[in-house]
T-cell receptor
Framework: AQKITQTQPGMFVQEKEAVTLDCTYD???????LFWYKQPSSGEMIFLIY??????QNATEGRYSLNFQKARKSANLVISASQLGDSAMYFC????????????FGPGTRLSVLP | ETGVTQTPRHLVMGMTNKKSLKCEQH?????MYWYKQSAKKPLELMFV???????ENNSVPSRFSPECPNSSHLFLHLHTLQPEDSALYLC????????????????FGNGTRLTVT
């Protein structure tokens, strides 16, 4: 069974607007970490933001914030004030048992920012 | 040089060739990973090394053979590959397992785009 679900294969957003990319996850662990990565067309995977399962506050990192709803097992990425350079694939990932090493990735969402 | 470096960036090989992918990290991390990224598929974990010891082999065919001589270097040896092995191969590192590293993300290299003809 897929542990990370990203239901939006593709999204469009107008430049300077905010956009939310969905991520739901499945785990029976109490301790886990959730990560978002950006992959531009050049191929490198860029770490954006992290949320721990015990973190009470939603994570924020510049224009990126994470809408973490633990009971719903969702960890949506919010990008504010979209820029053309935000056009890329975005992947949600989970590391179960915060001490573990295995990161599981979702299928990704392709975001296109329109001028 | 900093970060995670992968060579070569592009590789074309025939099914009977033997080649190796190289990964080097300058972040002082203890864990290194190989991931495979195929078109329209999620990233697939292939191998994990923690302190040079292989801790994960995700049912990868034996035509892929990893080697981790130290915590900074990771190789993926390739032989008698199939066309379906064509993909982007990503190396990553992290600080490794342990309670002090619970929020440590993966740091990726730029990948090797492999084409098997």
């Amino acid at each position: 069974a897929q542990k990370i679900t990203q239901t939006q294969p593709g999204m469009f957003v107008q430049e300077k607007e905010a956009v939310t990319l969905d991520c739901t996850y499945d785990t029976s662990d109490q301790s886990y970490g959730l990560f978002w990565y950006k992959q531009p067309s050049s191929g490198e995977m860029i770490f954006l933001i992290y949320q721990g399962s015990y973190d009470e506050q939603n994570a924020t990192e510049g224009r990126y914030s994470l809408n973490f709803q633990k009971a719903r097992k969702s960890a949506n990425l919010v990008i504010s004030a979209s820029q053309l350079g935000d056009s890329a694939m975005y992947f949600c990932a989970m590391r179960e048992d915060n001490y573990g090493q295995n990161f599981v990735f979702g299928p990704g969402t392709r975001l296109s920012v329109l001028p | 040089e900093t970060g995670v470096t992968q060579t070569p960036r592009h590789l074309v090989m025939g099914m009977t060739n033997k080649k190796s992918l190289k990964c080097e990290q300058h972040l002082g991390h203890n864990a290194m990973y190989w991931y495979k990224q195929s078109a329209k598929k999620p990233l697939e974990l292939m191998f994990v090394y923690n302190f040079k010891e292989q801790t994960e082999n995700n049912s990868v065919p034996s035509r892929f053979s990893p080697e981790c001589p130290n915590s900074s270097h990771l190789f993926l040896h390739l032989h008698t590959l199939q066309p379906e092995d064509s993909a982007l191969y990503l190396c990553a590192s992290s600080q490794g397992a342990g309670p002090q590293n619970y929020n440590s993300p993966l740091h990726f290299g730029n990948g090797t785009r492999l084409t098997v003809t």
